[in-house]
């Protein structure tokens, strides 16, 4: 067993892990895992540029994992930046903040390699669950779960600034990242006058459909979408709208997990959200305070997933690209 740290920070959160790794039987057991909501991609998409603001709220949540790291003697770090600190001018000043405190230079990963981190953190467990179907177990809100999956599997992997598509069997087969997540949908269509439309115009909504079918127009070039036999949908816009769906009381990592949730019932949860004041979203009990203003074009982006590729459901995993970057780290040596 080997015990290492996973950090992926992304356009919108930061996230660790900490595991101890098995690559003999590929079991990866949780010791701490956690997230915070620092928007390190504010403004990105309008100035190319990291925010001083964002750059601390980040480098505060650093200094916390730094701490968690340590405690919990972790062998080995590695920390994977995504979207945000790929597209800012002054993303050297990002790296030293990381450098400083971590004592790890920030990998700033490319989309394909964060397609392939994320497509091997979902589809471990996948891979050993088989095809054969069973009875569906329905949630409270009208998702499931079942047993089977079928291959090929889609991973998409829906984050703050870019969306990661990915295709394979045990292996990728295809991978795209095109530049589409809640924060830069958020930030390019519904900011008015310095706020959020509250809630966005038809206009705005149609502006952002818009934009997705141009990256999905893209992600096809690359990847056969239609081709998939299961889409499996990863991080926080989707599994928030799966603890919606399931109409839980608070958010329950166990019971979203490997949940099933129909397209009928994302497309209620999706015109909801786009239908709702941040009020009424900030109160539903699953809801992250950090995801009001954004999540209503993170889940049109998963909704226009499933529209274009015909998928049925949408299997929401809570392991992805982290559970990925925890297994490069451990298989570093190997």
Same mark, same amino acid.
């Given at each position: ?8 920070? =992304? ?14 039987? =590929? ?20 100035? =190319? ?91 409270? &809100? ?38 589409? =997540? ?53 991080? &926080? ?98």
């Amino acid at each position: 067993m080997k015990r290492v740290a996973a950090i992926d920070c =992304g356009t919108n959160s930061i996230r660790l892990l900490v595991a101890d790794a098995d690559p003999a039987t =590929g079991e990866l057991k949780d010791l701490d895992r956690r997230m915070q909501i620092v928007r390190l991609g504010q403004g990105v998409d309008r100035t =190319g540029r990291l925010a001083p603001e964002a750059l601390e709220r980040t480098f505060a949540a650093c200094r916390e994992y730094a701490a968690v790291i340590k405690s919990l003697g972790a062998e080995r770090v590695r920390f994977a930046a995504t979207s945000a600190s790929r597209d800012a001018e002054n993303r050297e000043d990002f790296v030293r903040g990381v450098v400083d405190i971590l004592g790890v230079e920030p990998e700033v990963i490319t989309g394909d390699q964060e397609a392939e981190f994320s497509f091997n953190g979902a589809t471990k467990e996948l891979l050993g669950m088989g095809t054969a179907g069973a009875e569906r177990l329905p949630g409270k &809100g009208g998702g499931g779960r079942r047993a089977g999956v079928a291959r090929p599997f889609l991973v998409v992997d829906i984050g703050g600034g870019s969306t990661e598509f990915v295709l394979g069997d045990e292996s990728v087969r295809a991978a795209r990242s095109v530049d589409v =997540g809640c924060v830069r949908m958020t930030e390019r269509h519904l900011v008015h006058e310095g706020g959020i439309s509250d809630p966005p115009s038809p206009g705005q909504i149609s502006a952002i459909k818009a934009d997705i079918a141009t990256a999905l127009d893209r992600a096809e070039e690359t990847v056969p979408l239609g081709e998939a036999a299961t889409l499996v949908g990863l991080a &926080g816009s989707v599994t928030t709208v799966a603890a919606i769906a399931l109409g839980l009381d608070r958010y329950e990592s166990e019971a979203i997990h490997h949940s099933r949730i129909p397209l009928a019932k994302v497309r209620e949860i999706t015109e909801r959200l786009l239908s709702s004041t941040h009020a009424e979203r900030a109160a539903i009990p699953v809801m992250h305070p950090g995801r009001v203003d954004v999540i209503g074009a993170g889940a049109l982006v998963l909704l226009s997933i499933m529209e274009r590729t015909g998928a049925e459901e949408v299997v929401v995993s809570e392991h992805d690209i982290l559970d990925g970057i925890a297994w490069h780290a451990a298989l570093d040596d190997e």
